[in-house]
Nanobody
Framework: QVHVVESGGGLVQAGGSLRLSCAAS????????MGWFRQAPGKEREFEAG????????YYADSVKGRLTISRDYAKNTVTLQMNSLKPEDTAVYYC??????????????????WGQGTQVTVSS
């Protein structure tokens, strides 16, 4: 059974930074990508950032480019999401997800089979 575990959420003031981490208990050779999504109250889950496990290419939602950075530790099957210049509208539950080989793009939640429980990020104004 595959486990995906996030850590690092919390409360931060607007303009501050947080770093989220995620570990996936899946074989490296089975990974296609890992990604971060977020879901705010009353809204759908939306893609924030993703990283290809093949070559480390990174992908970002337009709304977070320049503020979020995703990186990976290939040997440990972990990803980190560095979030800077946080805004109150970034408040949401952030989910990490792992995708095995898939025909869907990194941006598409359907590519991801394994999901973490989520970690709350709250940005105060």
């Amino acid at each position: 059974q595959v486990h995906v575990v996030e850590s690092g959420g919390g409360l931060v003031q607007a303009g501050g930074s947080l770093r989220l981490s995620c570990a996936a208990s899946v074989r490296t050779r089975d990974l296609y990508a890992m990604g971060w999504f977020r879901q705010a109250p009353g809204k759908e889950r939306e893609f924030e950032a993703g990283i290809s496990w093949y070559d480390g290419s990174t992908y970002y939602a337009d709304s977070v480019k320049g503020r979020l950075t995703i990186s990976r530790d290939y040997a440990k099957n972990t990803v980190t999401l560095q979030m800077n210049s946080l805004k109150p509208e970034d408040t949401a539950v952030y989910y990490c997800a792992a995708a095995p080989r898939s025909s869907y793009s990194v941006y598409d939640p359907r590519a991801y089979r394994y999901w973490g429980q989520g970690t709350q990020v709250t940005v105060s104004s």
